[in-house]
């Protein structure tokens, strides 16, 4: 295969697969299909724990389904199992640890998405990333990396002709390169 075509191959391969990414990573905060959620609390165990991470798309939830969704009136998510109910009436939510139905029955506008993906342990240091104290201390430490004086230069030693004045700004004197050696007088 030639190399530009087997350049070009690459390229689309290499675009199709961001195009993919894209299309299923899109968050749904910007209008996209794609919900992260960092597990916290204990309502879901076993299932999912404190620190856990649930990528969920969007979708029409089905009875045994596990959703992510925004209650009315509360700024914050809730992911629970979907135990019946239906998308015009409301579905009935109960977290898998708990003994009762959660007191919100979300209609399909509330539902960010129905969980796809689950990562054990990989929200605990995804949150580390949405804490603004450590983005903040990552650029205290970039700037100070950057802006660390570095060592002094070393002064060049000064050289043959540095008491005749010459310097950056001089052309220094012709050297020859063989010195004469006197003749001996008998």
């Known amino acids: 295969m030639p190399g530009r075509v087997r350049s070009a191959v690459g390229w689309a391969l290499t675009a199709g697969v961001v195009g993919l990414l894209i299309w299923f990573g899109w968050p749904s905060t910007l209008g996209g299909c794609t919900t992260l959620t960092i597990v916290s609390g204990r309502s879901m165990e076993p299932t ?4 856990d991470l649930v990528v969920s798309r969007c979708g029409v939830p089905e009875a045994g389904d ?7 009136g509360v700024d ?5 199992r979907v135990v019946g109910g239906d998308a015009d009436d409301g579905w009935s939510i109960q977290g898998d640890n708990n003994d009762f139905l959660d007191p919100w029955r979300p209609h399909q506008e ?14 605990r240091v995804a949150s580390l990333l949405l804490d603004p104290w450590a983005w903040a ?5 970039a ?13 060049a030693a000064p050289g043959p002709g540095a008491a005749s004045g010459t310097g950056p ?3 220094p004197d012709a050297v020859p390169d063989t010195v004469p050696v006197p003749e001996r007088v008998p």
């Open 48 to 51: 999912y724990r404190t620190g």
């Open 66 to 72: 596990v959703v992510v969704y925004t209650p009315p």
């Open 76 to 80: 914050g998510r809730i992911i629970h």
């Open 110 to 123: 509330d539902v960010l998405g129905t969980a796809r993906v689950h990562l054990p342990g990989v929200g």
């Open 137 to 141: 201390s990552l650029l205290v430490i």
């Open 143 to 155: 700037a100070g990396v950057l802006l660390w004086p570095g060592r002094p230069e070393e002064q």
């Open 169 to 171: 700004d001089t052309v």
